[in-house]
């Protein structure tokens, strides 16, 4: 048995703890600033498009950000409450504040990233729209096979249940 534990390993992971922490906070700042500046962006697009560069926002694009983050600013809370009233552990009362924001920050980004993929896929339409899958073309009569009685072109010819007999004799 070692008379004077060497503590090092454990500074060392408490260190990189620390650091994997700090970069989730900083994640979580940038997100926060990001989701903020489109929000105004989408204020400002309530009503008409707004156009910048060759990104434009219309306005029914503007509401469902503000919307979907607005719907997840309760929700989440409310997930929290459930589970906090199932653990029987609450969270601080200040917390409410930062698991609402990030409910409204997980939610608009979350529908911004949604209509980012629609926008990539070929299908799609503004306003939720889509258009059906092209139709697959018929085979064309020249390249089924006929049976070998018939009429056809090429070599091709059915088997028959007699073939193996026809074939030795």
């Given at each position: 048995?070692?008379?004077?534990?060497?503590?090092?390993?454990?500074?060392?992971?408490?260190?990189?703890?620390a650091?994997?922490?700090?970069?989730?906070a900083?994640?979580?700042?940038i997100?926060?600033?990001?989701?903020?500046?489109?929000?105004?962006?989408?204020?400002?697009?309530?009503?008409?498009?707004?156009?910048?560069?060759?990104?434009?926002?219309?306005?029914?694009?503007?509401?469902?950000?503000?919307?979907?983050?607005?719907?997840?600013?309760?929700?989440v809370?409310?997930?929290?409450?459930?589970?906090?009233?199932?653990?029987?552990?609450?969270?601080?009362?200040?917390?409410w504040?930062?698991?609402?924001?990030?409910?409204?920050?997980?939610?608009?980004?979350?529908?911004?990233?949604?209509?980012?993929?629609?926008?990539?896929?070929?299908?799609?339409?503004?306003?939720?729209?889509?258009?059906?899958?092209?139709?697959?073309?018929?085979?064309t009569?020249?390249?089924?096979?006929?049976?070998?009685?018939?009429?056809?072109?090429?070599?091709?010819?059915?088997?028959?249940?007699?073939?193996?007999?026809?074939?030795?004799?």
């Open positions: 048995m070692q008379k004077n534990p060497d503590n090092s390993a454990a500074m060392g992971l408490a260190v990189l703890c650091v994997v922490v700090m970069v989730l900083v994640i979580a700042f997100l926060a600033f990001v989701s903020f500046v489109l929000t105004i962006l989408c204020l400002m697009a309530w009503h008409r498009p707004l156009t910048l560069g060759n990104v434009v926002i219309e306005p029914a694009e503007a509401r469902d950000f503000v919307m979907s983050g607005l719907v997840f600013a309760a929700l809370p409310a997930f929290v409450a459930v589970m906090a009233a199932l653990f029987r552990e609450w969270p601080p009362a200040d917390a504040v930062v698991i609402a924001a990030g409910g409204y920050v997980f939610g608009s980004l979350g529908y911004a990233r949604s209509l980012s993929e629609l926008a990539h896929d070929n299908h799609s339409l503004p306003g939720g729209m889509t258009l059906p899958a092209p139709a697959a073309e018929p085979a009569p020249a390249s089924t096979p006929t049976p070998s009685g018939s009429s056809g072109s090429g070599s091709f010819r059915f088997a028959t249940w007699d073939d193996e007999e026809v074939r030795r004799a």
